[in-house]
C-alpha cells in the first residue's frame, strides 16, 4: 500500500466491470494519498462512482471522474491537456476500456462491430498510451511509470465467432511487448494483464443488450468477479520498482482455455 501513496491513477472504462472493480480496489489499498482518474463515455456512471469511493474509504483519496471515449483521437489527443494541474503528474495508465460486439463469422460480420472494436480495443489503447508517455518520460532514469494494458485469453487463442476481438486482443499482446522492448531503458513498466471469463456488462455489450443471451453464457459457470482481476492490477501496479510482471493470464478454476470451460450440470 505504502508504494502506491501519493500515485496518480487513470483508469479507462471505469465506469463498469473491472476498471470499477480497479478503481475500487486502488482506493481501498492506498486509502491515504491517492488521485484517481476515472474516465468512460458514461459521466453520470463515473460521478457515482467516484462518490461511492469517497464514501467508502474517506477523503484522503481524490476522485476525478472523466467523460472520455477512447475510440475518439481528439478526445484523448485533449485528455491529458484538459486535467486539472493536480492530476496531471499521471503514475499508472490502467487501459482497460474494450469491447466485444456479436459472434457473427465472416463474411457476415457489420462493418461497424469491426471498427467499434479496433477504434476502441486497439487504437484507442494505443493513443492512450501516446498520450500519457510523455509525462512518464520526462522523469530520471529515461522515465518512470505503469502501463497496465488489459487483455484477454482471446488475444492467446482465437476462437470461431470471436475473429474481430481476439485479432484486437492479439494486437494489443503485440502492441504490449514491442512497447517493453522499446522502453528497455527506462523505469516504465509495461505489464498485461489477460482475464478469461469475468462475469461484467461484457456479454450483455456483446449480445447488444440481450440480458437474457448473456446470462445464458455464465449458466452452470463459476465465473471470475471483475475484483479477481482487480486485485491483480493493483498487485502489479504495487511490486518493488525494478519488478514488472509482465503477463498474467487468469482463470477461473472451471476454465483451462478460450471456451474451455467445465460446466456443472
Ligand atoms: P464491461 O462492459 O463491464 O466494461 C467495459 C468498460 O469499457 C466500461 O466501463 C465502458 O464504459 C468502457 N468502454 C467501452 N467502450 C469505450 C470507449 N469507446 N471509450 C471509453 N470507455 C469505453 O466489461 P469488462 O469489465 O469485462 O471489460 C473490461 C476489459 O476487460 C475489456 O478490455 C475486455 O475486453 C477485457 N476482458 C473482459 C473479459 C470478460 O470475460 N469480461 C475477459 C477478458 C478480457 P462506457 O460504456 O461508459 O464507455
Ligand atoms: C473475453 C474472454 O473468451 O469471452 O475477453 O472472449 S472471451
Do not use: W
Not at 51 to 74: M, N, R, T, Y
Not at 165 to 181: E, H, I, M, N, P
Not at 191 to 208: A, N
Amino acid at each position: 500500500a505504502k508504494r502506491l501513496e501519493g500515485k496518480t491513477v487513470v483508469i479507462t472504462g471505469a465506469s463498469s466491470g473491472i476498471g470499477k472493480s480497479t478503481a475500487f480496489e486502488f482506493a481501498r489499498t492506498a486509502p491515504k494519498n491517492l488521485k484517481l482518474v476515472l474516465t468512460a463515455r458514461r459521466i453520470d456512471t463515473l460521478k457515482q462512482i467516484a462518490a461511492d469511493i469517497v464514501a467508502e474509504v474517506g477523503e484522503g483519496v481524490k476522485v476525478l471522474p472523466v467523460q472520455l471515449d477512447v475510440s475518439k483521437p481528439e478526445e484523448v489527443k485533449a485528455f491529458v491537456g484538459n486535467l486539472p494541474e493536480e492530476y496531471r503528474d499521471i503514475n499508472v495508465l490502467v487501459n482497460n476500456a474494450g469491447l466485444v460486439k456479436g459472434l457473427a463469422r465472416a463474411p457476415e460480420i457489420a462493418e461497424e462491430d469491426i471498427n467499434i472494436m479496433f477504434n476502441t480495443n486497439v487504437t484507442g489503447l494505443i493513443n492512450m498510451t501516446q498520450a500519457i508517455l510523455p509525462i512518464f518520460k520526462k522523469r530520471p532514469e529515461g522515465g518512470a511509470g505503469d502501463i497496465i494494458n488489459v487483455g484477454s485469453i482471446a488475444g492467446r487463442e482465437p476462437y470461431p465467432g470471436g475473429s474481430i476481438y481476439c485479432a484486437t486482443k492479439a494486437a494489443v499482446r503485440s502492441f504490449t511487448d514491442a512497447l517493453r522492448k522499446e522502453l528497455i531503458a527506462t523505469r516504465i513498466r509495461v505489464m498485461e494483464i489477460d482475464p478469461g471469463q469475468v462475469e461484467t456488462e461484457f456479454s450483455v455489450v456483446r449480445f447488444y443488450g440481450d440480458k437474457a443471451k448473456a446470462d445464458a453464457v455464465y449458466e452452470g459457470c463459476e465465473p471470475l468477479t471483475p475484483d479477481d482481476i482487480a486485485e491483480v492490477v493493483v498487485f502489479v501496479a504495487g511490486r518493488r520498482e525494478n519488478v514488472v510482471i509482465a503477463d498474467t493470464l487468469i482463470f477461473p478454476s472451471h476454465q483451462a482455455g478460450a471456451g474451455i470451460l467445465h460446466k456443472k450440470s
